[in-house]
């Protein structure tokens, strides 16, 4: 596997609130291309990365660049506008829009029409409206939600929420996607349908994505490289297999004593 | 007969009115608006007059209350700019009515984007308690300039000379001097019916509008999870200054209505805290977060009014309250009662009977 020039560039960053120090000198290279996986213990410091990431946070030391600009200071929403998507731990859809609103909601940073033409629904408004929602049918189609894009967020089922708050991250058409969790609480056939539209989101559209995930067997399975996070300290960075297999890894993850032989392990039913 | 047509375009999915009993429903409401000046009495009248006046202010509380999450307490301070702008400005100035109405928007929208940065900073019953202030803050301004607004003794409102330039020089006279219009008859009542069903109308356009297009998903994902709405490019800070910019403008011109009505305005009452917690109660029954919920609330709460005055009188212990205080406890009667029963409002009743009428005969 070939990845040209890493897109994201995390280097020596250091958090802390009041002393508790959540992120201590993490340095990543995430490649273009690739699906970066993240994984740790709870607290180990994976959301705050991605908090700083996406401009929630500012680190106390250390840069964040993609494609070699800066993004430290500055606000998530012009993060997003950079090209930077990201879902969240706990579900960060907006329950009362409807499942269509919210993928419109995606197009955000790339409508260009004012509020005084939308408050009189002008022309470049009502043309703005239907352009995006090309494309929103587009992750429509390809997260399979014809059936919900009218229901409010709401009332729908916590799997299809789940593919919503991702559909909606494409709809940005980000260079980097952020996926916090994306797995949780799903059930296998739910979680099997996800790892493959984690995987064609980048064969198909090339967009590269960070992954921070609790079922080891679907990280193993998915991702090009992994980065393991304990007490905000990076204590391993390689393959997949050799992660397995990494003394720090079977120590922080999966516990002291067990068999270092991560294979056997059951994985909470990701494969 | 289809419930619905076939939609082919996305064009036709953003249509207000895509079905056909949408279109039956359409023609009815707009045939309902024009004819009701000739049936209503005197008396009725006034209160579809007053109803407008509710619909543009209770849209413009929709706006950013049920929209963007911004608990406000200051609509009344919005009204009072509104409505004194109109006055001031039309007594001292000569500025014709149809230009107050939109300056008196933008004089309280003035004031509201002076308001709106605190907003960045407080949310909820903060936000709320600061916006208290500001109705305090306008009414004492207001007080301060009595020689421009008449201080406490109030001022009266041009009505005559923007309805009847070079007419009758009594104000009764003139400004309630009928206009013939095609062989009708229009009373001064009739003529500010129609003035005040187009505003309440574009009003309401204007906040669907807002509704169906980015700047509004925009408020509502701020109102939902300012988070989430971030990182998806949306500036909190930016949509709800501008949530506050256009519904104090509507507010304000909410106001100016009130003014226009009333023909002689004083600052408090009615522009005081009672007001804005009037048209706080006006979303909550209407449903709060829908455009379709502020007009419902609207004409509920100002044609309850009236009847339950008239049905209080009868009874001795509420005979006892003055008009206001009846309509006080109608009010609070009505929010307690909505509150414990149907929290989504009556818009939450259309959506229930609709259904229910969408699988008719078929109960589930």
């Given at each position: 596997m070939t990845h040209p020039a890493p897109l994201l560039h995390v280097d020596g960053v250091?958090?802390?609130?009041?002393?508790?120090?959540?992120?201590?000198?993490?340095?990543?290279?995430?490649?273009?291309?690739?699906?970066?996986?993240?994984?740790?213990?709870?607290?180990?410091?994976?959301?705050?990365?991605?908090?700083?990431?996406?401009?929630?946070?500012?680190?106390?030391?250390?840069?964040?660049?993609?494609?070699?600009?800066?993004?430290?200071?500055?606000?998530?929403?012009?993060?997003?506008?950079r090209g930077v998507a990201r879902t969240f731990q706990n579900l960060a859809v907006f329950d009362e829009l409807t499942v269509l609103s919210n993928l419109m909601l995606g197009r955000h940073h790339l409508m260009?029409?004012?509020?005084?033409?939308?408050?009189?629904?002008?022309?470049?408004?009502r043309r703005q409206e239907v352009a995006h929602r090309e494309k929103v049918e587009q992750v429509i189609d390809f997260l399979?939600?014809?059936?919900?894009?009218?229901?409010?967020?709401?009332?729908?089922?916590?799997?299809v929420k789940k593919l919503v708050e991702v559909g909606r991250a494409l709809c940005m058409e980000p260079d980097l996607l952020l996926l916090d969790e994306p797995a949780a609480g799903l059930n296998q056939e739910e979680t099997e349908a996800l790892a493959h539209y984690l995987?064609?989101?980048?064969?198909?559209f090339g967009i590269t994505q960070v992954l921070i995930e609790h079922q080891l067997g679907l990280v193993l399975d998915l991702a090009d490289r992994i980065a393991v996070l304990d007490f905000g300290r990076k204590v391993a960075e390689d393959e997949p297999a050799a992660i397995a297999r990494h003394p720090a890894v079977v120590e922080a993850y999966i516990g002291v004593g067990s068999s270092s032989e991560i294979d056997g392990v059951p994985t909470g039913g990701a494969t | 007969m289809p419930i619905r047509p076939l939609v082919t375009r996305y064009e036709d999915d953003l249509a207000l009115f895509p079905t056909r009993w949408n279109k039956i429903g359409l023609v009815v409401g707009v045939a309902l608006l024009l004819l009701a000046p000739f049936v209503a009495n005197r008396y009725w009248l006034d209160v579809l007059n007053l109803t407008a006046v509710y619909v543009?202010?209770?849209?413009?509380?929709?706006?950013?209350?049920?929209?963007?999450?911004?608990?406000s307490l200051g609509h009344a301070g919005f009204m009072a700019v509104g409505a004194y702008s109109a006055a001031v400005l039309g007594n001292h100035l000569g500025l014709p009515f149809w230009l107050v109405l939109p300056v008196g928007g933008l004089a309280a929208a003035g004031v509201?984007?002076?308001?709106?940065?605190?907003?960045?900073?407080?949310?909820?019953?903060?936000?709320?308690?600061?916006?208290?202030?500001?109705?305090?803050?306008?009414?004492?301004?207001?007080?301060?300039?009595?020689?421009?607004?008449?201080?406490?003794?109030?001022?009266?409102?041009?009505?005559?000379?923007?309805?009847?330039?070079?007419?009758a020089t009594d104000f009764l006279g003139g400004?309630?001097?009928?206009?013939?219009?095609?062989?009708?008859?229009?009373?001064?009542?009739?003529?500010?019916?129609?003035?005040?069903?187009?505003?309440?109308?574009?009003t309401a356009w204007c906040g669907v509008n807002l509704?169906?297009?980015?700047?509004?998903?925009?408020?509502?994902?701020?109102?939902?999870?300012?988070?989430?709405?971030?990182?998806?490019?949306v500036s909190p800070a930016r949509y709800k200054i501008i949530a506050f910019g256009i519904s104090s403008f509507f507010a304000g011109v909410a106001g100016a209505m009130y003014a226009f009505k009333s023909a002689f305005i004083t600052i408090d009452p009615p522009f005081n805290m009672a007001m804005s917690v009037e048209f706080i109660a006006i979303i909550v029954i209407g449903g709060s977060t829908t455009v379709l919920g502020a007009v419902l609330g609207a004409f509920f709460y100002s044609v309850a009014r009236p009847l339950a005055e008239s049905a209080a009188n009868r009874v001795d212990l509420l005979d006892a309250l003055s008009s206001s205080q009846q309509s006080l406890l109608v009010l609070a009667l009505l929010v307690i009662g909505f509150m414990l029963v149907e929290p989504t409002g009556l818009r939450g009743i259309w959506v229930k009977v609709r259904l229910y009428f969408s699988g008719w005969p078929f109960r589930y």
């Amino acid at each position: 596997m070939t990845h040209p020039a890493p897109l994201l560039h995390v280097d020596g960053v250091t958090l802390a609130f009041a002393g508790l120090v959540a992120l201590d000198d993490v340095s990543l290279e995430v490649p273009e291309g690739s699906l970066f996986a993240v994984i740790g213990p709870n607290g180990a410091g994976k959301s705050s990365l991605f908090n700083c990431i996406s401009g929630a946070y500012r680190p106390r030391s250390g840069d964040i660049r993609l494609r070699g600009k800066s993004l430290v200071g500055v606000p998530p929403h012009q993060v997003a506008a950079r090209g930077v998507a990201r879902t969240f731990q706990n579900l960060a859809v907006f329950d009362e829009l409807t499942v269509l609103s919210n993928l419109m909601l995606g197009r955000h940073h790339l409508m260009r029409a004012g509020w005084l033409s939308d408050l009189l629904w002008l022309r470049g408004t009502r043309r703005q409206e239907v352009a995006h929602r090309e494309k929103v049918e587009q992750v429509i189609d390809f997260l399979r939600l014809e059936k919900y894009r009218r229901q409010p967020a709401a009332v729908l089922p916590y799997g299809v929420k789940k593919l919503v708050e991702v559909g909606r991250a494409l709809c940005m058409e980000p260079d980097l996607l952020l996926l916090d969790e994306p797995a949780a609480g799903l059930n296998q056939e739910e979680t099997e349908a996800l790892a493959h539209y984690l995987l064609e989101i980048k064969e198909t559209f090339g967009i590269t994505q960070v992954l921070i995930e609790h079922q080891l067997g679907l990280v193993l399975d998915l991702a090009d490289r992994i980065a393991v996070l304990d007490f905000g300290r990076k204590v391993a960075e390689d393959e997949p297999a050799a992660i397995a297999r990494h003394p720090a890894v079977v120590e922080a993850y999966i516990g002291v004593g067990s068999s270092s032989e991560i294979d056997g392990v059951p994985t909470g039913g990701a494969t | 007969m289809p419930i619905r047509p076939l939609v082919t375009r996305y064009e036709d999915d953003l249509a207000l009115f895509p079905t056909r009993w949408n279109k039956i429903g359409l023609v009815v409401g707009v045939a309902l608006l024009l004819l009701a000046p000739f049936v209503a009495n005197r008396y009725w009248l006034d209160v579809l007059n007053l109803t407008a006046v509710y619909v543009v202010g209770a849209v413009a509380l929709v706006i950013l209350t049920g929209f963007t999450g911004q608990i406000s307490l200051g609509h009344a301070g919005f009204m009072a700019v509104g409505a004194y702008s109109a006055a001031v400005l039309g007594n001292h100035l000569g500025l014709p009515f149809w230009l107050v109405l939109p300056v008196g928007g933008l004089a309280a929208a003035g004031v509201g984007l002076i308001a709106g940065p605190f907003a960045l900073r407080l949310r909820g019953l903060y936000l709320a308690i600061i916006t208290i202030g500001l109705v305090f803050v306008v009414n004492h301004v207001l007080r301060s300039f009595p020689s421009l607004t008449g201080g406490v003794q109030g001022t009266s409102v041009p009505m005559l000379w923007w309805f009847e330039p070079g007419g009758a020089t009594d104000f009764l006279g003139g400004y309630r001097a009928a206009t013939r219009l095609g062989g009708m008859r229009l009373e001064s009542d009739v003529k500010i019916y129609f003035l005040f069903a187009a505003l309440a109308v574009f009003t309401a356009w204007c906040g669907v509008n807002l509704r169906r297009s980015n700047s509004g998903r925009a408020m509502m994902a701020v109102r939902d999870h300012d988070l989430a709405a971030a990182v998806l490019g949306v500036s909190p800070a930016r949509y709800k200054i501008i949530a506050f910019g256009i519904s104090s403008f509507f507010a304000g011109v909410a106001g100016a209505m009130y003014a226009f009505k009333s023909a002689f305005i004083t600052i408090d009452p009615p522009f005081n805290m009672a007001m804005s917690v009037e048209f706080i109660a006006i979303i909550v029954i209407g449903g709060s977060t829908t455009v379709l919920g502020a007009v419902l609330g609207a004409f509920f709460y100002s044609v309850a009014r009236p009847l339950a005055e008239s049905a209080a009188n009868r009874v001795d212990l509420l005979d006892a309250l003055s008009s206001s205080q009846q309509s006080l406890l109608v009010l609070a009667l009505l929010v307690i009662g909505f509150m414990l029963v149907e929290p989504t409002g009556l818009r939450g009743i259309w959506v229930k009977v609709r259904l229910y009428f969408s699988g008719w005969p078929f109960r589930y």
